[in-house]
């Protein structure tokens, strides 16, 4: 049934087709000792919609990650759609009705309102208060920019999910990535 739903929505070009964060979970639990001092990019996921970020993000301190860098898209149709970023910066332009391109980056992740666990609420606080950074991009966030391989070149792993309709594009650019 998977491989039928992916195949439909290659077929019609719908690139908005998500990894469950339990298929993420299943995976990544193999491979904990790689991710150790590793910076981790995810260069097709709107921070605040991917799994693959929401998975990093809350496994940080437990894959002892050095950094998580995630990138958003101007042309996102979901930018935006599942968590707010409230006050951190105003993503939408009014005028136009596009959500802008930004990239968050994170360094440390800690239980900030001391529930006993890390979740996206210390994410977002974190964002907005410490050194984790959240900026937008100069230009469009499309993984081929030249701001989005900058980021690549820093990267030690790429975990995302690239748009079906660019996966062959996605991997050319993707191999751009220097051995470690």
């Known amino acids: 049934m998977a491989n039928k739903t992916l195949g439909k929505a290659k077929k ?4 908005e087709f998500y990894t469950q964060i339990s298929d993420i979970e299943a995976e990544m639990k193999h491979y904990k000792e790689h991710f150790k001092g590793k910076v981790v990019f995810c260069n097709c996921d709107d921070p605040f919609e991917s799994n693959f970020f929401k998975y990093f993000a809350m496994n940080f301190n437990f894959l002892e990650l050095k950094k998580l860098i995630a990138t958003c898209y101007s042309g996102s149709p979901v ?12 993503l939408d332009k009014k005028e136009e009705n596009q959500k802008l391109p930004y990239k968050i980056e994170i360094t440390e992740v ?8 890390i979740d996206l609420t210390d994410i977002e606080y974190l964002i907005k208060n410490r050194k984790n950074i959240l900026t937008l991009l100069n230009g469009d966030g499309d993984f081929r ?3 989005s391989i900058n980021l690549l070149k ?21 191999c751009q990535l220097p051995n470690n």
Not at 12 to 15: F, G, M, Q
């Open 110 to 117: 800690n239980d900030e309102n001391e529930d006993g666990a």
């Open 79 to 90: 930018s935006g759609k599942q968590l707010s970023l409230l006050d951190v910066i105003d």
């Open 154 to 174: 820093e990267a030690d792993i790429v975990a995302t999910n690239p748009p079906f309709s660019l996966f062959y594009p996605f991997l050319d650019y993707s």
């Open 145 to 147: 920019s030249a701001e």
């Open 12 to 15: 019609n070009k719908a690139d």
